[in-house]
């Protein structure tokens, strides 16, 4: 039996290629695991650069966000703190160059 190959990234592996590439360029980051008594809408990475703590939600092109999550954007948008929603790893290379 001939397996058909995947030609679409998850958004776990997108994930990790955004952990991977944050790590090789030396920026400190890491994730926000949800479970019991996590905030809902919380993104999915915290990234220290250029003294500034920025908040990362990874989706794929395809990808929607919650209703929770929107409202945790638009609460860090009214607080003046970064929050990028990353669709793939060259919106972030953009970012941090």
Do not use: W
């Not at 990234?9 to 996590?38: C, H, N, V, W």
């Amino acid at each position: 039996m001939t397996r058909i190959k995947r030609l679409t990234q998850t958004e776990t592996e997108l994930k990790s290629q955004i952990k991977d590439y944050l790590a090789i360029r030396g920026i400190f980051s890491f994730p926000i695991t949800q479970g019991l008594g996590s905030y809902r809408g919380a993104p999915d990475r915290i990234m220290h650069f250029q003294g500034r703590v920025r908040y990362l939600e990874i989706k794929l092109p395809t990808g929607k966000m919650s209703d929770n999550q929107l409202a945790f954007m638009v609460q860090c948008a009214g607080d003046g703190i970064d929050y990028q929603v990353i669709h793939r790893l060259e919106e972030l290379q953009e970012i941090v160059g």
